[in-house]
């Protein structure tokens, strides 16, 4: 399912240089010395300062912390959503410093998927047509047959020809990690998937994270307050006030 583009990385840059691979010691996902400055109007603001770690292929990590310690950032930066003010990532064997912003989202395309607290379905198209499009984007020419499979696996294939509005929030986030797995990435970041859903709904939708997660071989980053879904985690990275504060190994991860 992977899309060629070698020729089309505004940057000259290759990132098809970093073939998959199923060696789970290869680092996936690599943050050195990770700063972010912006200008507020009190004056410079440091969100994240000095930040180094890496994940290898197949881990599941969660970051965790307090409201505002920096973790949507983070995320944000190493999937290239933005820049860092100071340091370097690399995704999937790619320097994402060498990449302009079409690479980075070249990148993200063929490597990476999303999931979301909002889930970020686009409204007008049905749950089968948001599944389809990030095949349909790579170009596989059986994408409607494959995203149903996926919808079947979700448990969402009856629903297939429903619009978000018609779905509930669990249904609509169903779809939305169908929608990242679509493209088998290299990396699942998700941002909050279970904080706008109860309890039960929230549960239920770890476990078929996990599960897609130990079928696919998929790296997992997480971002969560949700101490459940932590604890599926092998690692737990805690941010404290724009710092990397503590790591934790959990070796009865689920």
Same mark, same amino acid.
């Given at each position: ?107 993200? =395309? ?38 149903? #499979? ?25 779809? =939305?990690? =169908?929608?990242?797995? =679509? ?54 990275? #805690? ?16």
């Amino acid at each position: 399912m992977r899309v060629d583009v070698d020729q089309e990385a505004g940057s000259g840059v290759s990132v098809t240089g970093a073939p998959r691979s199923d060696n789970r010691s290869e680092t996936i996902v690599r943050a050195e010395n990770l700063r972010k400055q912006v200008i507020s109007p009190e004056g410079p603001l440091v969100i994240l300062d000095a930040i180094h770690f890496q994940i290898g292929r197949g881990e599941r990590v969660a970051v965790v912390g307090a409201s505002g310690s920096g973790k949507s950032t983070l995320l944000s930066l190493l999937a290239g959503l933005d820049t860092p003010s100071q340091g370097r990532v690399w995704l999937a064997g790619v320097d994402l410093g060498g990449l302009d912003e079409d690479g980075r989202a070249l990148l993200r =395309a063929q490597r990476v998927g999303f999931v979301f607290q909002s889930f970020q379905l686009l409204l007008g198209l049905t749950a089968l047509e948001n599944v389809m499009l990030p095949l349909e984007l790579a170009g596989q020419a059986e994408a409607g047959r494959l995203a149903l #499979e996926l919808l079947d696996r979700v448990g969402l294939k009856a629903r297939a020809r429903h619009y978000p509005s018609q779905l509930s929030g669990g249904e609509q986030q169903r779809v =939305a990690i =169908a929608r990242a797995f =679509a493209g088998n990435p290299d990396v699942l970041f998700a941002d909050e998937p279970t904080g706008n859903l109860d309890q039960k709904t929230g549960h239920r939708i770890i476990e078929l994270l996990f599960a897609l997660n130990r079928e696919h071989g998929t790296t997992l980053v997480l971002v969560t307050h949700d101490p459940e879904l932590a604890a599926y985690c092998d690692r737990i990275l #805690e941010l404290d006030d724009g710092r990397l504060r503590g790591e934790k190994h959990n070796a009865e991860a689920r």
